[in-house]
Every structure is written in C-alpha cells, then in structure tokens.
C-alpha cells in the first residue's frame, strides 16, 4: 500500500513549531493533474485475447496451426478430388506406385523397386497419386479418408473425456469431503490399471468398430481430464473472489458456470490438445495390432498395418500413412504446447 | 494396492465372460460330448461365480490356471519363458533411452536458445509424436532391409535385439530430455545456483552438485509412465521384430481368445504397474527429503 495521505493542514505541525519561521502559507499545494505515465497506453486486452497474442507470436504452434488446418481440409476434400472412392477395387491396377504428372522429380514417378515405370508396362493411362494397394484400391483416397476416420475417432472421444471429466473433476472438487474421497479413490483404482489393458479388454467384447474403440477410449481417457479439473477447481475454490460472491449469495450453479469453469478453461483447453493425439495413437496401436476398424474402412492404423505388411516391397503403401500421422501428431504436439505456454505464462518452462 | 489388485482381477474376470466366442478351436468339429468333457476339464461348465471363487482361490495360491490354446501349459510358466525377452530389450531400451535423453536435455538447458537447444527439442518433439511402431517399422525398412545392417526380425543373437530397443527407447529418449530440460532450466534460475557462482565455485561443480542433482528428483517420478509405455510398446514392437516375448503372446492369446492367458498377462502387467509406482513413490521419498509422507501429505 503506497497511498499518499494528503490531510488538509489543520493543526500547526511539529516542524513548524520547532521552526516559526516555516508557515504553512508558505507551501503551495501542487496542482492535481492526471499525469502521463498514469494514463493507460493501450486498451487493456482480455486474458484470451492475450493468450492468443502470445500464441501467435509462437512459430512452432503457428505453423502447426496452418498445417493441421491444412491437413484437415485434405481430409475432408481429399477422398473427393479424384474418381475413386475408398472401397471401388480394381484388380488390374493392383500394387500401382504413386504416380503424380508434374511432380516426377519428387519421386511420384510411377517407378517400382526396380526402377521401372509401371504404367507404362502395364499400359496404364490414369494416375493414381499415391499409387495403389493390392486390391487396385485408390491410396490417396484411402490415405484422406482414414485421416478423417482417425480425426473423427480423435475428436469424438477427447469429446467425452472432457464431459465427462469436466463433470466429475467438477463435483468432487466442488463438493469436497466425503463425495470428493469416494470419487478420489475410484479414480485412483482406475489410474492403477494401464490403461492399454482396458481398451483391448473392452474391444474384444464390444467387436471392433469405430464406436467401441471410441467407447473403450473414453472408458479411461476421462480420468485425466478429471483430475486436472478437481486440481483447479480445489486452488481457485479458497480464492477471495470465489468467497466474496458465495458471501454475496450466488447459487453454486452460478459460482460454477461463472466463477470456476472460465478460470478452468485454459488447462482444460491443453488437456484436450494432448488427448486428440493420444487417442489418434490409441486407434492406430490397436488397428496395427488387428484390432481396429474392419475392411474396407480405411483409419490411418489399418493403413500403416495394411503397409506394414508389404513393406519390403511396396515401401510407399507404408510411406504415405506413416507421414501423415506423424505430420498430424506432431502439429498437435506443437500447439498443445503453444497453447499451454500461451494460456499459462507461469507455467512456461 | 491390494485393493486396486483385488479390482482388477475381479473386472477382468467378469468381463471375461462377456468375450464372444469359445477358446476352444473349431468348435463345431466337436461332439456334444467332447465339448462337455472339455467344458468340465477346465471348469467352464461351473457358473461364473463358483469359477470366480475357484480362480481367486487358486491365485492366492500363485496357480494362474492353464492355457486353453497349448495343452497342458500352465499361464505361470508361459509367462516365465516369455518374460525374459521381453524384460532384456525393456530393460535396454530404459536405460539406453534415459542416458541418451539425460545428454540431450542437459545439452539443451545449458546450450539454451542456441543451434544445439533447438535440435534436441527438435529430435524430442518428433520422439513424442512419432508412434513407436510407425518409427519400428521405418528403422526395420531402412536398417533392416535397405542397408542389411541388422538382422530385421528373428531372435538369435545379442545383434537382434538392438533393433527392437532402440524402436522402444524413442518414447523414453523425448520424454527424458523434454523434462530433464525443463527442470534444468528451472533450476538454474534459482537463488542457490547465483548463490554458489557467487561463492566462486567451478562451473562444472554447481551444474554437477547443484542443478543437475535438484534437476533429476522430479525425473524419477517419470519412471512409472515410462515402464508403462514401454509395456505398451512391447505389445506391437514385439510383433514388428518377431520377438519371443510377453507383449507378443498377448496379441497371440487375444486372437484366439485363450482366456487364462489373457488374464494372467493382464494381471501380471497390471501388478508390475502398481509395483513401479509404489517404489518411484518411495524412492521419491528417499530421494527429496522435503517430502514427508507422514506430515499430511497426499494419501
């Protein structure tokens, strides 16, 4: 507290009884003028819309924003922008490398192991821009249509761990004492299980397909997400803001929606970021490992199994879907990364 | 722990019984009778719940029961002559992975911003995001069957294991460095660092005595993530390299439902989660004095 006292002078001061010579008369109060240095420079920026200034001063995250925004468009056009359709075969355009007009000298030149142009051997006029599988099946169509599959999965259960968890961090934390240790040890006994164990568990029994990877995700994803909430929620719950509108009257549902969950949204928002890459992991692991998406359906983990199995000879079945998934992975990382030093600047490391 | 155990079992028990599906090959070349016998060999006829009793019972017995897929073998003695693979290239690709990550995110912190930070950030970004079978699968191509360097599956010799470590030891590589590095930083920035440059000592003894020391205390707590992510990358890199391990006859006994072996690998798995994180708790302990579990901590 440096709040300068100014009291109008109404008894005569030590100094001047010491000193009659110094009256009061002779001090001129100086005028009051806002001075410069008080004034605001710029119009105070909101917590997001500085959060997003940081985020964007952050190359890494800003590019892996482009790319991912890129990526994702791809994914959705991409299986539209030539003939084919993910699951139309063509026996005789089997095993076909990529072959792209224009783009000969980046390697999409249509040649096999051996150096030879396979199209023109086998007299092939269409172009197929990643080449083909062994079912004549178009891969740049199935390569964009995976990525939306994986993408869906992705967001879908990063979806509902975040409903989930927002709900259950919320109530244990809000409600504390006997309710927050029931639900603490609940969760404790879920953390001990690995998780991996669970999901292949719960996909034998569910039949593999997009919702039961999704269910089996969601079935231990949530954990985390709840656990960052109750952590929150129990530091800001002691704040004196908190205390000053519960004193004032505000019902719990509005302490809640206005209070605790906007200061929640910044680690809940990173949160979701590094779960959509996991949960991308998640299906690929288990479609690598046979359990995923059944054919013809195409997710980025059937592809790279599909790929994997040909690899020695057909290296670019693995090539495409490999680089893709990484791309994607890599981006998310990145931006979760932007986003957490962006949305908590003391957290930043 | 005993608790978290006891859940396990018991939810793997029961959703065991939901699996679609008999163990038994070719059901339909069976009898009537044959079923039956085979049915009443292994207890299947039972209902769930005496099964349940009499497998709990025979696991406090340390009996896993018996292995549907290969007459006559216990689930104990599959897991012992499975666990050794697994355990070598786990246990290499930890400590091949620490070291290399140890160098790397102490290079960066005290190269901090120069070429040399950037690029191990660089190399452990790409190990966190690149799924570790996708990275097997592009070393076995390219050590393996372009350049013949390394035998690409089989398990013979010491050579063949390198392979599959090394694919395991990415994960471990980036997140060792990642946090190593922060730590670093953090600690660097502290009063007792400026403190000891300020008493004139060596540079080489206040990062070697004191940052580095305070640095690697809260990397011990990573210790448990890392053993279950490599539990989770034996799973597939297993399968990549054609290793006869634990991981591997786990995706084995899924596809032909081999019930007990499923459940006695669960549980092993589960166990050895539950094992490291207890002692990284207590190793914490010991190794931060400032934390006292008895002082009100965190139960």
């Known amino acids: 507290m440096n709040k300068v006292e100014t009291k109008p002078v109404v008894k005569q001061s030590p100094a001047e009884q010491q000193h009659p010579e110094i009256t009061a008369d002779l001090f001129v109060p100086a005028p009051y003028e806002e001075k410069e240095d008080e004034a605001f420079a710029k119009p105070a920026l909101s917590f997001w819309q500085e959060a997003m200034h940081r985020l964007f001063k952050n190359k890494g995250a800003v590019i892996s924003l482009v790319v991912l925004v890129l990526l994702i468009v791809l994914a959705l056009v991409g299986p539209m922008l030539n003939e084919h359709t993910y699951r139309s075969q063509n026996l005789a355009h089997s095993n076909l490398p990529a072959k792209i007009s224009g783009l000969e000298w980046l390697g999409f030149d249509g040649k096999n192991a051996k150096g030879v142009d396979v199209y023109e051997q086998r007299g092939i006029e269409t172009n197929y821009w990643f080449g083909t599988d062994e079912f004549g099946r178009d891969l740049w169509t199935r390569v964009w249509k995976g990525t939306q599959i994986s993408l869906f999965i992705a967001v879908v259960a990063a979806a509902l761990d975040l409903v989930i968890g927002v709900v259950y961090g919320g109530i244990s934390s809000f409600y504390g004492g006997r309710v927050d240790n029931v639900m ?40 985390g997400m709840a656990r960052v909430v109750r952590g929150q929620i129990l530091q800001l719950k002691g704040q004196e803001f908190v205390l000053a509108s519960q004193t004032l009257g505000a019902s719990n549902a509005r302490l809640i929606g206005k209070h605790l969950l906007p200061n929640v949204m910044g680690p809940i928002i990173v949160t979701i970021m590094f779960t959509i890459p996991t949960a991308i992991f998640f299906e690929a692991f288990l479609s690598f490992i046979g359990l995923g998406l059944q054919a013809p359906m195409a997710s980025l983990g059937v592809l790279i199994e599909d790929g994997y199995k040909s690899m020695r000879s ?34 930043r490391k | 722990m005993i608790i978290t155990l006891f859940v396990i079992v ?104 120069t070429i040399l930070d950037y690029g191990s950030v660089t190399i452990a970004v790409l190990g966190m995001s690149i799924p570790s079978f996708v990275f097997a699968a592009l070393l076995q191509y390219i050590v393996g069957v372009k350049f013949q360097l390394l035998p690409v599956a089989l398990w013979e010799s010491y050579a063949s294991t390198i392979l599959p470590s090394l694919a395991l030891s990415v994960t471990v590589i980036a997140t060792v460095a990642r946090f190593i590095r922060s730590e670093m930083l953090e600690v660097l920035g502290q009063d007792y660092v400026t403190t000891a440059r300020a008493k004139g000592l060596r540079e ?15 990397v011990v707590t990573m210790l448990g993530p890392l053993a279950v992510s490599i539990m989770t ?5 297993e399968k990549i390299f054609g290793v006869p391990g634990l991981g591997e006859q786990f995706t084995l006994s899924i596809l032909v439902l081999d019930y007990s072996v499923i459940m006695g690998i669960t549980l092993f798995y589960s166990a050895l989660f539950i094992l490291v994180v207890f002692l990284v708790d207590l190793l914490y302990g010991l190794l931060d004095p400032r934390i006292d579990y008895k002082q009100g901590g965190q139960a």
Request: aromatic share 10%.
């Open chain 1, 184 to 223: 603490q040890r609940i969760i404790e006994i879920l953390m001990g299980i690995p998780n991996l164990i669970v999901i292949i568990l719960f996909i034998l029994i569910l039949e593999p397909g997009i919702t039961s990877i999704i269910l089996a995700m969601v079935l231990t994803g949530w954990v």
């Open chain 1, 314 to 347: 057909f290296a670019y079945k693995l090539l495409f879907p490999a680089v893709v998934i990484s791309t994607i992975m890599i981006c998310f990382n990145l931006l979760a990364d932007g986003l957490r030093d962006a949305l908590d600047p003391k957290m």
């Open chain 2, 10 to 113: 018991t939810a793997t028990f029961f959703l065991m019984q939901f699996l679609p599906g008999t163990p038994f090959t070719n059901p339909e070349k069976l009898t009537e009778k044959q079923l039956a016998l085979l049915n009443a060999k292994y207890g299947l006829d039972q209902p769930a719940a005496v099964q349940y009793l009499r497998y709990i019972g025979n696991l406090l017995q340390g009996d896993f029961g018996y292995s549907f897929q290969y007459q006559g073998r216990t689930v104990v003695s599959m897991i012992s002559d499975r666990i050794g693979p697994s355990a070598l290239i786990g246990l290499q690709a930890l400590v091949f992975g620490t070291i290399v990550g140890l160098a790397l995110g102490i290079i960066s912190a005290l190269r901090h911003n």
């Open chain 2, 204 to 218: 080489s003894v206040v990062i070697g005595k004191h940052v580095f020391r305070n640095a690697l205390i809260p």
């Open chain 2, 233 to 237: 990358g034996t799973l597939v890199i």
